[in-house]
């Protein structure tokens, strides 16, 4: 089976704007996971879906957002860009409704300058 | 916070030693897992240990988990230059609606020199 695949690889936005990257789970994987990764804050859990719900939010501002489609694709959007969101954003996705086990794509490595 | 903590934050060995990272984690888990990311890149599934194990192998890893003492250990035999990574720890939280949550720890950075 293909990966987790996360686009795109490298974004560069300028303050206040807004960026919205995609990640396709493995096939058949239906929950799907949002981290922001930064040297500061390490890995740290933004949002979950399982069949287009978000079950799970993190602590992250309402700038954050997420959702997920029908065929589990998800997005994750920030709007009004800061500086402090730099960072590598990773998805994972995950088997079942009951399964631990996430599975990581290479994540969006977002630049704001 | 679940958050768990690696220790040593740095590890450096020569190839063909083993290699030992530990984790601590503060609340009552279902799992815990190890992660390798190599130099920012995606995160690379280890192994997943239960609550219920105290023990598990894959290959050249040995993972141990002590549910009293709230800690794992992550031993790496025969190392090799390849194996030079971050490896994280990653557990889940006993209770509540946490499906699709895991807590990282700020992971041990293994340096294996040829």
């Known amino acids: 089976k293909a990966g987790v695949t996360q686009t795109p690889r490298y974004l560069i936005k300028t303050r206040g704007q807004q960026v919205t990257l995609s990640c396709s789970p493995i096939?058949?994987?239906?929950?799907v996971s949002w981290y922001q990764q930064t040297p500061g804050q390490g890995l740290q859990f933004l949002f979950e879906?399982?069949?287009?719900?978000?079950?799970n939010k993190g602590n992250f501002p309402g700038r954050f957002s997420g959702r997920q489609f029908s065929n589990s694709r998800s997005e994750m959007n920030v709007s009004t860009l800061e500086l402090g969101d730099s960072a590598l954003y990773l998805c994972?996705?995950?088997?079942?409704?009951?399964?631990?086990?996430?599975?990581f794509g290479p994540g969006t490595r977002l630049t704001v300058t | 916070s679940q958050q768990g903590e690696e220790d040593p934050q740095a590890l450096s060995i020569q190839e063909g030693e083993n290699a030992t990272m530990n984790c601590s984690y503060k609340t009552s888990i279902n799992n815990l897992q190890w992660y390798r990311q190599n130099s920012g890149r995606g995160l690379v599934h280890l192994i997943l240990i239960r609550s219920n194990e105290r023990e598990k192998h894959s290959g050249r890893l040995r993972v141990t988990l002590d549910t009293s003492k709230k800690s794992s250990s992550l031993l790496i035999t025969a190392s090799r230059a390849a194996d030079t990574a971050s490896y994280f720890c990653a557990t889940d939280e006993m209770g509540g609606s946490t499906l699709g949550r895991l807590y990282f720890g700020r992971g041990t950075q293994l340096t294996v020199w040829p």
């Open positions: 879906y399982f069949s287009e719900t978000q079950r």
């Open positions: 096939s058949g994987h239906r929950s």
């Open positions: 994972a996705s995950s088997p079942s409704d009951s399964s631990y086990e996430q599975y």
